[in-house]
């Protein structure tokens, strides 16, 4: 079955960097879209990037708003393992963060999710 586990979230100061990991199983990774969610306190789930197969070298990207410019999605193959590269961290970037892919009825599975706390 299809498994995301979720690493590298933690408690950074403002301006500071995490990089999380979500290694992937059940799937075929080189072919599938990947997703970073987060969900802040009291607030719905939101899209932060995508990856299509082929990430930053050769697939297409996406990112919400409010990450442009200081998150970056990547993506090894090779590993089954996407990441998100977090620079310059806000706040307003504190949430629990999930990995998401899709299976092949278009049905979501999602990891357990990582917290990533900043403070200001």
């Known amino acids: 079955q299809v498994q995301l586990v979720e690493s590298g979230g933690g408690l950074v100061q403002a301006g500071g960097s995490l990089r999380l990991s979500c290694a992937a199983s059940?799937?075929?990774?080189?072919?599938?879209?990947m997703g970073w969610y987060r969900q802040a306190p009291g607030k719905q789930r939101e899209l932060v990037a995508t990856?299509?197969?082929?990430?930053?070298?050769?697939?297409?990207?996406n990112y919400a708003d409010s990450v442009k410019g200081r998150f970056t999605i990547s993506r090894d193959n090779a590993k089954n393992t996407v990441y998100l590269q977090m620079n310059s961290l806000k706040p307003e970037d504190t949430g629990v963060y999930y990995c998401?892919?899709?299976?092949?009825?278009?049905?979501?599975?999602w990891g357990q999710g990582t917290q990533v706390t900043v403070s200001s």
């Open positions: 059940g799937i075929i990774f080189r072919l599938n879209y």
């Open positions: 998401n892919t899709r299976g092949v009825l278009n049905e979501n599975y």
């Open positions: 990856s299509t197969s082929g990430g930053t070298s050769g697939g297409s990207t």
